[in-house]
T-cell receptor, first 116, second 111 residues
Framework: DAGVIQSPRHEVTEMGQEVTLRCKPISGHDYLFWYRQTMMRGLELLIYFNNNVPIDDSGMPEDRFSAKMPNASFSTLKIQPSEPRDSAVYFC??????????????FGPGTRLTVL | QQQVKQSPQSLIVQKGGISIINCAYE??????FPWYQQFPGKGPALLIA?????SEKKEGRFTISFNKSAKQFSLHIMDSQPGDSATYFC??????????FGTGTSLTVIP
């Protein structure tokens, strides 16, 4: 099992540019989460999907952020236009909830984004 | 508003000592409390978790103590080792889906 796959692992861009982060969840998982990690705010949930449908996007900071999940094996997080304050590590996680069970979220290795 | 408050922000412990990290929450509807461990350059990984119907859970050197009335829970690492040096996150969950993470504790275990 390859686990959650994220790309790119590192991204350096200039302010105003569009940034697209990609995630491939673990096969069979029906929940996908996007998090942002910074020193000041820790791990923040941005948005999560269930069966490819966005359930809660209240953590998305601004309209500059958008996320899609066109199918069960792929999701993107896009920032347009990017700003220096978007610099952070972005994690994708996936999970599968069984009947009456508590689900473990499996995290990818993260994408370190630097906006100059 | 931080749903889960975690302390301390950083912790230095001697090898063989006990590391203690504390978390507090407000929402009594939370029904699952996991701890995640993160090594530099890696994503967080589940370490141990507890449900609110038990007061303690132990797995090896790691123990969660849970105080439902005080709405607090803590992670104890016994016989701390240099390999335990990592960032630890507590979290609370509603219905096992959405997790609210604490701000993290950077643990350093010195030989």
């Amino acid at each position: 099992d390859a686990g959650v796959i994220q790309s790119p692992r590192h991204e350096v861009t200039e302010m105003g540019q569009e940034v697209t982060l990609r995630c491939k969840p673990i096969s069979g998982h029906d929940y996908l989460f996007w998090y942002r990690q910074t020193m000041m705010r820790g791990l923040e949930l941005l948005i999560y999907f269930n069966n490819n449908v966005p359930i809660d996007d209240s953590g998305m900071p601004e309209d500059r952020f958008s996320a899609k999940m066109p199918n069960a094996s792929f999701s993107t997080l896009k920032i347009q236009p990017s700003e220096p304050r978007d610099s952070a590590v972005y994690f994708c996680a996936s999970s599968s909830v069984g009947q009456g069970s508590y689900n473990e979220q499996f995290f990818g290795p993260g994408t370190r984004l630097t906006v100059l | 508003q931080q749903q889960v408050k975690q302390s301390p922000q950083s912790l230095i412990v001697q090898k063989g000592g006990i590391s203690i990290i504390n978390c507090a929450y407000e929402n009594t509807a939370f029904d699952y409390f996991p701890w995640y461990q993160q090594f530099p350059g890696k994503g967080p990984a589940l370490l141990i978790a507890i449900r609110p119907d038990v007061s303690e859970k132990k797995e090896g050197r790691f123990t969660i103590s849970f105080n439902k009335s005080a709405k607090q829970f803590s992670l104890h690492i016994m016989d701390s080792q240099p390999g335990d040096s990592a960032t630890y996150f507590c979290a609370a969950s509603l219905r096992g889906n959405q997790f609210y993470f604490g701000t993290g504790t950077s643990l350093t275990v010195i030989p």
